[in-house]
């Protein structure tokens, strides 16, 4: 008898076969959880969840924590502590909270003493945190090039996450992270398999983040929803580990679930001797099973996508969705052109925001701030671009008057890699705010934020409306593009830095030094402190679904009310609920925070008239919004939360980001994804003032006036559990027997995975010199 051959499968198939731990007729997963990063803004809940319940985190070994949202980039020179330091009192809690719990727990943490701090993104890469193969997750939606810039030459590779590695890295909301750190596993359905090939050569002063640009610009933010992307073809191949984590960090703009690049080389040379990279016979046997995850020729994508690298050139946003594209040296566009209605309403109040009027050039348009940071474009490679440019345009040049230009590595490290470098000391120079590590200006939760009005040429991701500050309006573009605007005050093509002068100017100007990373990378990684947290009592297993299980999750079963109607495409969460809600320690009391930016009149602080500030529509119990894609953008919990506290439970829409899907069903909610023309049908049923009734154990959306009803589908065990209010923690937990099943034989098959860097005697909380310093 013949052995039959395998069914080829992608990389994605692979990573998700080795970690299902059980699965049930409906195909619902529970997966296992290599690596999750922790941050102050999307755990607090988290921790006080586990408290209540008196569990401990299943895996302390396999989960680090980090301050990056909330924290000032000023001069830690002064530094004492968290309470001493953080003026903003919301701000200041949340990492003092975090600091607490990282103690009690026994969490690996770097806090703002420690040189690995940074953005979570990039610590989990840069320590070998992150690794090939792994599923990592964290309470933060961006967790899912060799660039020829030849007349400069340009060592430049732009830059970030965990899935460029070659591993399953997904954003989660605050009850997953409760999930994760109680069970170490996460319930999953299985996505789409999506493949983007990007083949040919780049022209020159092309970078990854055009590269993700363009891709999004011809995609769409809901391009990739339900799908995880594998980003294939030569120009990948040719991009550095940076470059290639720029492209994937950036899939959640384009809705996808995750972003991948299959492992090799360079991956390897990137990863070898890092802190918390494998070591000798351990990495051999790592690199033997890296190298087999790579997709099977012939395996079967859901959707493939083909891009020409000839067709990307140096590419911009001119509106408040990351699809917003336009290549540098196009004009803003014209709604009066566009035929679908949504589309042009969009357009136009997109334009109304950015101050922008039709076909203006990209290259008029001025910028009063720059921003060079953030998880996409705060490493190295990025830095050394921008400074490329700050030689090209001569030996005194400087940053045009009236704009701040403000540098924000990515982390501690790359802090004192570039200032090794001499980055620094040439930023300085030149004008640049050179500042401390952090999230920054990327989302203003700390005090780095645009004035409204102000407009700011960004490298990070995301264009919102408010997202840099309320009434703020960025333009997104790579680091080298942004650090041209600086030079010039507004929107400039790079490429008008290359050529015979820009080369001259090069070579007249002292050289920079290049240092290694792995120079910076010495510090070993102490051991957690013991957690204080009592054991959790010994789990049993059991079938799913149970509803015996202990649940605070209140039962969805009918709602019936006013429904508000939206006309909105692409309602991010960033407009759902702004930034400055998300400092909040807890789930409740998020009602006047829901869709605030349109609710209140930036200027006057009055009452809009937004349809949520409007009777009937004030006491809706329903949403439905006639544009698609909506909850898409950041993971952050608080938009369903506040939807729920405003008395809104169930979201009808033509369709959903995932994360915030997920988000809204943990909290005892129903997104109903219905087409197009139901959802405009059902909206001027509410616009009229009448009541819907969504029925879920029927699956059907009643209407007044005796018309037909609409029926729906859920997905069999999110309805189950909706039903019946149960919560997916109390259920995971009935199997941990399976659970420790699966962790024999990772523990066998990976050795590698466990305990990262903490497998010797553990060091007392007490042993740490400065115990008011949580930097162990
Ligand atoms: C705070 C966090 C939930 C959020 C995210 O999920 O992306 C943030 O990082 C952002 O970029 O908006
Ligand atoms: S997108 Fe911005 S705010 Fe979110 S993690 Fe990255 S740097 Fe931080």
Redesign the pocket.
Known sequence: MPIPTPAPRTLYDKIWDDHVVDVDNDGLTLLYIDRHLVHEVTSPQAFEGLRNAGRPVRRPDCTLATV??NIPTVSRKNFTSVESFIEEPDSRAQCAALEENVKEFGLTYFGMTDKRQG???IIGPEQGFTLPGITCVCG?S?TSSSLKFTSLDLYLTISAAHGAFGSLAFGIGTSEVEHVLATQTLLQKKGKNMRITVDGDLHEGVTSKDVILHIIGVIGTAGGTGCVIEYSGSVFRGFSMEARMSVCNMSIEAGARAGMVAPDEVTFNYLRNRPLSPKGEAWDRAETYWRTLKTDEGAKFDIEVNIPASDIIPTVTWGTSPQDTVPITGSVPDPSTMTDPVKRASAERSLAYMGLTPNTAMEDIKVDKVFIG???NGRIEDLRSAAKIVLAAGADAKIAPNVHAMIVPGSGLIKKQAEAEGLDVLFKRAGFDWREAG?SM??GMNPDQLEPGERCAST???NFEGRQGSGGRTHLLSPAMAAAAAMTGKLTDVRKFMGAVADANIAAAPKLKVISAFDFLDDPVLPAPEPQHPPAPAASSASLPSTDAPSTVPKFIVVKGITAPLHIENVDTDMIIPKQFLKTLKRTGLANALFFTLRKDPHTGKETDFVLNRAPFNKAKIMVCTGKNFGCG?SREHAPWSLNDFGIRCIIAPSFADIFKNNAMQNGMLPVALPEADCRALAEDAEAGLELEVDLEKQEVRRPNGKAPIPFTTDPFRRHCLLNGLDDIALTMQRGATIATFEQRRSENWSWLDGFGFKGARIPVSAVKNTKKMDW
Do not use: K, P
């Open positions: 990056d949202h953005i979570v993104h933060d961006h953030s998880c996409t999230c990327c989302l990070s991701n995301r950041s």
